[in-house]
């Protein structure tokens, strides 16, 4: 079975081709800013990789171009070799708890959840789409970000506001990135050698979205991020937690627009607030040499530290404090950091151990894992799954 795995964003298209018999990669490629005459299309085959820029007005024609290249490629002959296309979605709301397979229906009740996630639905709806358009017989899988959480407990997803504002509007914590912390659960556990519904762990994707997930017996409990991805973790543009009084201040005292503080907590705070960067590799390089770098890195590094510390407290004893995303499977700086300070809690790092799967030092009583994470594969691997009992 080969699974064609589709990450759809606003103006871009993000693809792997999976062979599932081995769960290796045929082909991957993204096609990026669609809808500008400088739409450029990366595609990898095996070691080889062709890039070239050319106008792609919308999803569909980028659709097209996709399928085009899997066929020239000699990947495929015809569609009827994909098993299926699994599709990210980032907000499920409540209705979708597990992998759902994409009808009329589905797609209706997802532009009802844009509300929601206004910022990526439309967009993942779009590509669910522009496949429809091409081809009516190829059975589509959605795979929602929101659903590893939904094993979460009232007393964490209910937040402290009257009920009906849960109970009519949805207003609860939603939790996002779940397809990684869902990855790295079951990837952890093997390398642990425990059952998946043993294992307890505190799993970090850190990335320019970050998030943090507590996960007992193999399930999500509580995570950082909330009805929306703003909650939580200092990110590389969005501010995380913030006094909610905030916005009220600026937009009453201040003038701004409901319009500006969306995208000035979205776009223009988390590390480019505090020091106009959010890649973590330059942060980290000047931070050695100018404060509002130190200032950045210092307040990621303490937010992260905090939930920790949470999540320890009421998770009790856990077996592996796991990172991963592209901070936290390559910045082995922030790594150390986020773990000085936690010696007390039995998280103790070997600073001589980078490039290791393990990393604690022999005194750690919690073993820290480096797991890198694969959305795609999990979405690919969700998507079999599925269809294998329908």
Same mark, same amino acid.
């Given at each position: 079975m080969r699974v064609l795995v589709i990450n759809s964003g606003s103006s871009s @298209?993000?693809?792997k081709l999976f062979s599932m018999q081995d769960e290796s990669v045929l082909c991957?490629? @993204?096609?990026e800013r669609i809808g500008t005459d400088e739409s450029n299309i990366t595609f990898s085959l095996k070691e080889h990789t062709q890039s070239k820029t050319l106008h792609i007005k919308d999803h569909d024609e980028a659709l097209?171009?996709?399928f085009d290249l899997l066929f020239d490629s000699g990947i495929i002959v015809t569609l009827d070799e994909l098993g299926a296309v699994g599709h990210r979605v980032v907000h499920?709301?409540?209705s979708y708890t597990q992998a759902t397979l994409i009808d009329e229906d589905? @797609?209706?009740?997802?532009?009802?959840l844009i509300p929601l996630a206004p910022l990526h639905n439309p967009a993942n709806i779009a590509g669910i789409r522009a496949v429809t358009a091409h081809t009516k017989e190829l059975r589509q899988v959605a795979v929602f970000d929101t659903a590893f959480h939904h094993s979460m407990p009232a007393k964490a997803y209910r937040y402290a506001l009257p009920r009906e504002l849960y109970e009519k509007d949805g207003i609860r914590r939603y939790g996002f990135h779940g397809t990684s912390h869902a990855y790295i659960t079951k990837v952890a556990a093997g390398y642990l050698n425990k059952e998946?519904?043993?294992l307890n762990i505190i799993s970090l994707h850190l990335g320019n979205g970050a998030s943090?997930?507590?996960v007992r017996e193999g399930k999500s409990v509580d995570t950082s991020m909330g009805m929306t991805p703003l909650e939580g973790l200092v990110m590389g543009s969005r501010s995380g937690d913030i006094d909610p009084s905030i916005i009220v201040y600026l937009h009453q005292l201040k003038g701004y627009s409901i319009e500006k503080i969306d995208h000035l907590l979205n776009y223009e705070s988390g590390l480019i607030g505090l020091c106009g960067e959010n890649?973590?590799?330059?942060?980290v390089k000047k931070a050695k040499i100018d404060e509002d770098y130190r200032l950045a890195l210092d307040v990621f590094v303490y937010r992260i530290q905090k939930y920790i510390g949470a999540y320890m407290a009421v998770m009790g004893k856990i077996d592996a404090i796991v990172f991963t995303g592209g901070i936290g499977e390559h910045a082995s700086e922030v790594r150390e950091k986020i773990c000085h300070g936690l010696e007390g809690l039995g998280v103790v790092i070997d600073p001589d151990a980078k490039e290791k799967v393990e990393i604690q030092s022999v005194e750690s009583a919690v073993r820290i894992c480096v797991i890198p994470t694969d959305e795609e594969l999990e979405i690919a691997l969700q998507t079999k799954a599925l269809l294998s009992v329908i």
């Open positions: @298209l993000k693809f991957s490629g @993204l096609i097209n171009i996709l499920g709301g409540e589905v @797609l209706v009740k997802l532009e009802s998946v519904s043993d943090i997930c507590a890649d973590m590799r330059t942060i």
